[in-house]
């Protein structure tokens, strides 16, 4: 069994930066793809961003330009840099991820996912 704990989260201001981590531990694999999703008061949940361990990412439409997901592989952790942040980025943050014996593609869909966190409070205020 894998574990993931995520940490950062918080309050800040629109136009300002937060930066969340995503730590792995446990049965895990070389490779793998971590992905963030984040559920909005009253909205489905919905894809962020994803790594693979290839380095090769994907981005919601709604953050691209403005978060950057990238991982420190030593560490087993991987990290949301999220920029000029809107009001509308306020949500929970899930870190997800899955391990494989192969190198697999980051995927939006939350059911590729076997590992989760438990989720963490971000809060943009305007």
Known sequence: QAQLVEDGGGSAQAGGSLRLSCA???HIFNNYVVA???RAPGKEREFVAAIGSDGSTLYA?????RFTLFGDDAKNTAYLQMNSLKSEDTAVYYCA??????????????????????????????
């Open 36 to 38: 963030w999703f984040r």
């Open 24 to 26: 792995a531990s446990g």
């Open 61 to 65: 439409d709604s953050v691209k330009g």
């Open 97 to 126: 991820a899955r391990w494989a014996h192969i190198v697999v593609p980051p995927t939006p869909r939350a059911s590729s996912y076997d590992y989760w966190g438990r989720g963490i409070q971000v809060t943009v205020s305007s």
